[in-house]
């Protein structure tokens, strides 16, 4: 296979938090009386930095701190991040590809400790050579440690893939100076990811017929 490594982003690639994550932005826009968001219009803004996000939101970091907002989102995702599922083949996907020869890690803009405790829940640490999150709640971006990560790997970046569902992790992935596929079913809708160029699959089954049909 061309790949031997692949990098995985954690919230809507591995793990499928959308609708878990529109409540607790809605929950945070209600507390503040905006407009609350439907599936389509969180599809249509959701991007990268966050708090960009928050400011089409119509939130106002003049009058509150954008540290504070995150904190409280984080609080809010935590009691009900329990409800969320796997993507749907999720652990085939890495039994796959593994059997095939091919490496796994996560790289994630989710909490380092938070994404620990995920990783665990779901009895997947076995598939992982390292679980890359940050050090902080403000979700800014993964790029560094995403960066550094390709660095500390011993395969050439034509050997890696990163596998996410956002328009961000295809920006990541170029800054890596890696390949990228993307999943059409997180936190972006096809529509945009196809702006990037990048191949984009409807399903983590579509992703793995097309890695090993590469084979």
């Known amino acids: 296979m061309e790949y031997k490594h692949i990098i995985w982003d954690w919230n809507g690639t591995l793990l499928d938090d959308v609708d878990q994550c529109i409540a607790v932005v809605n929950e945070l826009l209600k507390q503040r009386d905006l407009p609350l968001l439907t599936k389509q219009r969180y599809h249509e803004l959701f991007d990268f930095p966050a708090i960009d996000f928050y400011r089409r939101l119509g939130m106002d970091f003049t009058s509150e701190s954008y540290e504070n907002l995150a904190r409280d989102y984080m609080e809010l995702y935590a009691a009900l991040v329990a409800r969320c599922q796997l993507q749907a083949g999720a652990e085939k996907s890495l039994q796959t590809l593994k059997s095939a020869g091919v490496t796994h890690s996560v790289l994630s803009a989710y909490h380092q400790q938070r994404l620990d405790e995920a990783v665990d829940h779901f009895t997947l640490r076995k598939w992982f050579i390292r679980v890359v999150g940050l050090n902080d709640f403000y979700a800014h971006s993964k790029l560094e440690n995403g960066k550094q990560w390709v660095k500390e790997l011993e395969y050439q970046p034509r050997h890696i893939l990163l596998l996410g569902d ?29 702006l990037s160029g990048a191949p984009v699959f409807d399903s983590l089954k579509e992703i793995v017929d097309w890695l090993m049909d590469a084979d």
Do not use: F
């Open 166 to 194: 956002t328009l961000h992790d295809y920006e990541v992935a170029g800054a890596m100076g890696v390949d990228c596929a993307l999943l059409s079913c997180g936190h972006q809708p096809r529509s945009r990811l196809e």
